[in-house]
């Protein structure tokens, strides 16, 4: 079974420790760009979510590496744009677009 990774501040992984997610990394800015490539690689994670302020701060080619995952689907929180589309996200990780 594939799990829920968090990454983030503890103002950002608090409502989701609540919710019960195991993986949990509340992590300070010289954690976020190690730890996310920790996570990205671990086998057990089918969902990262990180926060958009965070996201903005990991190189580009990390980005890049991030936004282009299915495995894990990569889910950019508390943003706008392109990265934060859920729908495409969700159609990108499935194959199909749910909405039609």
């Known amino acids: 079974m594939m799990e829920l990774a968090v990454i983030g501040n503890s103002d950002f992984v608090t409502g989701f ?3 019960g997610i195991k993986k949990i990394y509340e992590i300070s ?4 760009e190690p730890t ?4 990205f690689e671990d086998p057990e994670v089918g969902i990262l979510v990180i926060h958009d302020d965070d996201f903005s ?4 080619m990390l980005r890049d590496a991030l ?3 299915v495995e ?5 929180l508390g943003g706008t744009g392109e ?3 859920l729908r495409e996200k969700i159609k990108q990780s499935v194959g199909v677009d749910l909405w039609k």
Do not use: F, G, H
Not at 29 to 32: G, S, V
Not at 36 to 39: I, K, T
Not at 72 to 76: G, Q, R, S, W
């Open 17 to 19: 420790r609540l919710a």
């Open 29 to 32: 800015d010289e954690q976020l």
């Open 36 to 39: 996310v490539e920790v996570v």
């Open 57 to 60: 701060k990991l190189p580009q």
């Open 67 to 69: 936004n282009d995952s």
């Open 72 to 76: 894990p689907t990569v889910m950019i």
């Open 83 to 85: 990265s934060s589309n």
